[in-house]
């Protein structure tokens, strides 16, 4: 037996987490999406066995909600049975979605499967044929929100060759994310591991390649804030050496594609364009694909305002249910330049200047106003989301142009 | 802004020409329909706003060229611009060429134009025949909300948008509507939701199951517990049941063996072993004592025949000596006939010798052993002297005639001789003549010197050594002398042998030499002779001098023996009779007839000591004999000695037999003792027994016996009911139903086997449902796990949430919009309208004559209304259609005044009036005169008597 050692680095599985789709799915498709986490776990499954790793790391976030679903629950399980078939050991922590003070059911992982059970930071040793191979340092969110520097609680035992380091952050920098266990990249180059494996933040990225400083990314992208492919990672160490390769777990990706469209005359060239964009995503995979329609024609909005935007997508779509992979447009975003010039029209004291100025003074209390009859509604307030600034100003802005284009709109639609 | 010329390149129907305006006052464009004014029109905006490419080639003249013209404008600030636009020159945009050749784009122009765009332009700065046509499309309550945004904006968009969001939003959400998408995804959602509650209760359901189960195999596992227990407890009562009937047999048994019989272990057997073992005893005690009895009376009778001891051992000492008396009286008689023999012999012997001896002399002389030596030595000492004296006669005879001889020799050889003298000039000379050759010479002479010592010794040695072997009678000696010789001998032979090897070396000098030579060797030859001759007479000299010390000594000798002779004499005085050569053998004669005369005496000695041993003998049988009252007779001793025997055997007899029986006695006595304490033993042990069974004797003992043995019996009877019952019961059951500490109630147990026989029934119904229950919870709980269906539902209540999302977002959109529609236009009103309305009373008053001096706004319904002079306000759709069109008419002037305040742009109209009768005409041309002094008017219409009554500035025909 080589020095080396081998393992998988997974995070953030999101087990039967929900998905943020624009538009009405057909049930198949439905059916897919919510395979999608699972199949990604079990694609992490076969390939920890297909590449005879000695063990797996999951760092955090196994599951989606405080309220870690039953069926995710057993599915883990299942894999975890299979992997020990295998003899593959797991290392499993617990992060800020799935935080061990949180209703979960009582089910229970096979002998190879080990838990950092806590939010102290502990070492669990591999061991493989009666020899201590590596030590793994972890800790599990006890509850929601840990905002300790944990960082500083790893401390290397030494002993067998390998230390790896488990850790469910946010790096400091990072300011996209809530601040979890926060650290600097020096931190953890000061605690002298041979790998870092880190989990929280979605998207994969490689904070240092010397000792490596990895972010695995989750398994599964589950809206089209989290696009591309989504996996894990198999590492090989091997005296100071590493390997790292991505590994893809994804069932199907959210992609964009952007379209410029050229004149428009009738809205059947949507189906052109459409089915254009589409084939600009990927044909190797399943994806939930958001186009981006760059215009000049002025008359998409026309179109999505009337519908006839909408119908042309659920045309295109209504092909995807066959295939094996399939491209399903969920969005059709338009970019369009408008026809008028909003710091131009303010300049007169006609209506549209006073408009577009007095919509600049619409502050947020305003607005919660106007939504008030939404929002405030019994029924559909405990179905909604609450929309942050960023999506209200969306809404401001979007209203701001479909008042001025139908206010300017010209003789034509007269 | 005052346009002054437009040149078309080429635009719809117009290619290549150019239109002038005047800059003050009214420009009318006078044409029939279809003359291009509507066309004009257009380019002038399109050279003001622009148009998008469709447009633009929608107006590309038919006759060819390309889209494009230019204005010259006069601008209050920059003065005259050439502006101008071409299709295909940068995608139609504007080309602005200042007076100083500055040339600026399309940021220009819109800068100029103060943020005016066509549409707030057609709004404000152009009014058509065509809208007053559609003012009357409208009804009565639109009108007055249409002319309330004609009056805001110059046009009825407003309100169209307000209508169109209002519209957009409705058909979205309703608070309180079922028809809206929202209301109806709500109700789906809804929908999703309580299906998705009730799934999740049912997963929820799964830890409680879980619990369930745990619950569930606890108590399954204490009922298999107890419906074992209770089985158990049952087959118990059972086999209780069956031992009943032996329990009461043990009970009845066991009152019986309760009370204690005293009786030692095994007491029968023990007590027939005692008694066994007493009765031979007793009477091999009796049968001994019986065997003693008669050996005691045997015994006395013997002693009373038995000798008295002293007696008895004479006898044995004569019956001993008997063999001893009869020896004794043969070797007697033999004894008796050898000394008769010897005294013979040595009568013989005497008278052999005859040297006057007596028999009885013999043994008064000692021969002792060395005697015999010493007579002989003494007969050879007188021979040797004998001889020894012819020998030195002999001698003396030799030395004499060998003097007589040398002599004679001697004198003749002195006669031959040379002198000493001539023999040394001889000498002299050869020394002269050879004085090398004279050493060698002499060493060997030295040499044969040498050789001649050693002969003379040899023999010399020779002779002494053979004298003093044969004369002195020393052979040792005289044998190492004569070795000696011989090895000298041996010697002088090697050498001479030697010296014969060398030759001699005589070297011949000359005849004298030579004659000296031979005459001085004769001379040396002559004188050794002489020499030699002298010596042997020498010696014989000595010779003889020896010789006459010896006789001395041979005399001297010859007295010694002679006195030695004497001295023997005298002591056997007998020798005096018989010859010293004779000696000798005498002494063997004596000493034989000595040895003889001593074993006479001896033998003598040894005939009385045995008479006397018989004469003894005989007395002693006499003497018994006497003391036996024998009748003493002179019988054969030997006939006495066998009687003596007989009697003897006949004591010894008695003797051993007493001996035996006494042996017999004793051994049967300690037999006895023995016995007896065996008894005491067994006696002692039956009394124990008696004791153990608490009797005195064996009658009781018996009895006792007979009572121990019937409890016995039953204690036998008793246990094998033990037995029995320990055979159905085991040790727990004996315990827990205490079965030998009382007895049984057969009913009892019967009830309580029935009762552990319902109680286990019930637990294993009981069991049995729970299994049931436990098997459905497994079932429950796989099918949980397996399922997919809350999560189903949870991902569908998802995704229908999220078009509800997306649908909620469009409503907001719209909800947003139209409420910043409202707003503004609330804000708007408040800021112009009163300005506007003011100002179109005033035209509306002047175009209706003064009928109508005032317009208003309705408080409550944002209507517009119009007050009548005689104080009457009137809604809109009130009013007669001309009314309505001079309404909206000084709405529309009193709005371009207050909005082109800012910004002097050309006013464009286009047969506007057209229904107006001459007085309104005549007042509405004032109006617009007065307006001219602020705004370039470029008025089209196809009435060409018009500008007459206008009269404008300038006036152009278009055919």
Known sequence: MSDSIRFLHSADLHLDSLFKNKRHLPEELLEQLREGTFGAFDQLVEKAIQYKVDFVLIVGDLFDEELRSLRAQVHLRNGFERLSRYDIQVFVSYGNHDYINGTHYSIEYPPNVHVFHHEDVECIPFVQDDKVRAHIYGFSYEKKHVTERKVDEFRKIEGPQYHIAMLHGSIVTNTDHDVYAPFQLNELHEKNMDYWALGHIHKREVLSEDPPVVYAGNVQGRSRNEQGDRGGYLVELEEGRSRLTFLPFHQFTFETVEYRVGALDDPGDLEVILNQAKSKAARDKSVMLTVEMLSDSGVLHKWKASGLLDEWISIVNADERENDNWVWIDQVRITERPQWDEEELKKGHHFTGALLKEADKIDAETLEDWLAPLRHHRKLSRHLENWTEKEQAEILREAKRITIDKLLANEESL | MKIKEATIYGFGKWKDTSFSFSTEGITTIAGKNEAGKSTLQQFLLFMLFGLPPKQRAFYKPKTGGAVGGRLLIELPSSGTVLLERMDDVNNGSATCTLENGEEYGEAFLQECLKGTDREVFRSIFSFTAEDLLELRRLDGYELGEVLLNIGL?????????????????????????????????????????????????????????????????????????????????????????????????????????????????????????????????????????????????????????????????????????????????????????????????????????????????????????????????????????????????????????????????????????????????????????????????????????????????????????????????????????????????????????????????????????????????????????????????????????????????????????????????????????????????????????????????????????????????????????????????????????????????????????????????????????????????????????????????????????????????????????????????????????????????????????????????????????????????????????????????????????????????????????????????????????????????????????????????????????????????????????????????????????????????????????????????????????????????????WRQDLHQMMASTSIQYLS
Request: net charge negative; hydrophobic share 35%.
């Open chain 2, 153 to 941: 904006t110059g046009s009825n968009h407003i309100y169209e948008t307000e209508k169109w969001l209002e519209r957009n939003a409705n058909e979205r959400f309703r608070p309180k509507g079922r028809k809206p998408s929202i209301n109806k995804q709500l109700d789906q959602v809804e929908q999703l939701a309580k299906q998705r509650s009730s799934k999740e209760a049912e997963v929820q359901s799964y830890e409680t199951l879980k619990e369930q189960k745990v619950v569930l195999e606890e108590r399954i596992r204490q009922s298999s517990d107890q419906v074992k227990k209770l089985h158990r407890e049952q087959f118990q009562y059972e086999k209780l049941e069956k031992a009943v009937p032996l329990l009461t047999e043990y009970h009845q048994r066991k009152k019986v063996v309760q009370d204690k019989v005293a009786f030692p272990e095994n007491g029968r057997e023990r007590y027939h072993q005692v008694k066994e073992a007493i009765l031979p005893l007793e009477s091999e005690g009796q049968f001994l004592q019986q065997s003693l009895n008669d050996l005691n009376v045997q015994m006395a009778d013997i002693e009373a025949e038995l000798a008295d001891e002293r007696l008895y051992e004479a006898a044995q000492n004569l019956i001993n000596h008997q063999s001893d008396f009869q020896q004794t009286s043969s070797e007697l008689t033999s004894l008796e006939k050898r000394m008769t023999r010897l005294q013979e012999q040595l009568q013989e012997d005497m008278r052999y010798m005859d040297v006057g001896l007596e028999r009885e002399e013999l043994t008064s002389h000692a021969f002792p052993f060395y005697l015999e030596e010493t007579w002989r030595a003494l007969k050879d000492e007188s021979r040797e002297l004998q001889a020894e004296e012819e020998k030195v006669t002999e001698e003396r005879k030799r030395i004499y005639t060998e003097q007589q001889q040398l002599s004679d020799e001697k004198d003749a050889l002195e006669a031959d001789m040379i002198s000493e003298e001539e023999a040394e000039t001889l000498a002299r000379n050869l020394d002269q003549v050879m004085t090398k050759n004279g050493r060698r010479s002499k060493a060997s002479d030295d040499k044969s010197t040498h050789k001649k010592n050693f002969t003379t010794a040899f023999f010399a040695l020779m002779v002494v050594g053979w004298v003093v072997h044969s004369v002195l009678n020393v052979p040792l000696f005289g044998w190492l002398l004569i070795i000696a010789g011989l090895g000298i001998g041996i010697y002088t032979v090697l050498l001479h042998l030697r010296n014969r090897n060398q030759p001699e070396e005589v070297p011949a000098v000359d005849e004298n030499w030579e004659e000296w030579r031979q005459d001085l060797q004769r001379y040396e030859r002559q004188r050794n002779e002489k020499e030699h001759l002298d010596e042997q007479i020498r010696r014989l000299n000595q010779d003889e001098l020896q010789l006459d010390e010896k006789r001395r000594q041979v005399i001297q000798k010859g007295h010694r023996l002679e006195a030695r002779l004497q001295e023997q004499e005298r002591i056997f005085p007998f020798l005096t009779h018989v010859s010293i050569d004779h000696w000798d053998k005498l002494f063997h004669l004596v000493t034989q007839a000595q040895q003889k005369q001593l074993e006479w005496e001896q033998l003598t000695k040894e005939h009385d000591d045995k008479l006397m041993f018989i004469t003894q003998k005989k007395n002693k049988i006499k003497e018994f004999y006497e003391f036996n009252n024998w009748e003493v007779e002179e019988e054969q001793t030997s006939k006495s000695f066998d009687r003596v025997r007989k009697w003897n055997e006949h004591q010894n007899e008695l003797r051993s037999l007493l001996k035996r029986l006494l042996k017999q006695e004793e051994q049967e006595r300690l037999k006895l003792k023995e016995i007896r304490i065996r008894l005491e033993t067994i006696a002692k042990e039956r009394q124990s027994l008696f004791e153990k069974a608490g009797v005195s004797n064996e009658e009781e003992f018996y009895q006792q016996l007979a009572i121990y043995e019937k409890q016995q019996t039953e204690k036998k009877a008793l246990k094998d009911v033990v037995r029995q019952l320990e055979g159905i019961l085991s040790e727990d059951e004996q315990g827990l139903f205490r079965i030998w500490d009382e007895s049984i109630d057969e009913t009892k147990v019967k009830v309580s086997k029935e009762e552990a026989q319902q109680s286990r029934e019930k637990v294993e119904q009981e069991l049995l449902s729970n299994q049931q229950q436990l098997a459905d919870i497994h079932h429950s709980l796989s099918k949980l796990e397996t399922s997919d269906d809350y999560s189903r539902s949870l991902h569908h209540l998802q995704s229908k949430r999220n078009e509800l999302e997306e649908e909620a977002r469009e409503w907001a959109v719209y909800q947003v919009a139209l409420q910043l529609l409202h707003q503004t236009k609330a804000e708007y009103k408040e800021s112009y309208l009163p300005q506007v309305m003011e100002k179109a009373s005033h035209y509306f008053a002047r175009l209706t004559e003064g009928h109508y001096n005032q317009i208003l706004l309705s408080t409550a319904d944002d209507q517009i209304l119009v007050k009548h002079k005689d104080r009457n306000q009137y809604r809109v759709n009130e009013l007669s259609r001309g009314t309505k069109d001079q309404l909206y008419v000084s709405l529309r002037l009193a709005l371009g005044q207050t909005m082109g305040a800012s910004i002097s742009l050309p006013f464009i109209i286009d047969d506007a009036f057209v229904h107006f009768d001459e007085e309104r005409l005549e007042e509405t041309f004032s109006i617009l005169k007065e307006i001219s002094k602020d705004h370039q008017i470029i008025f089209f219409t």
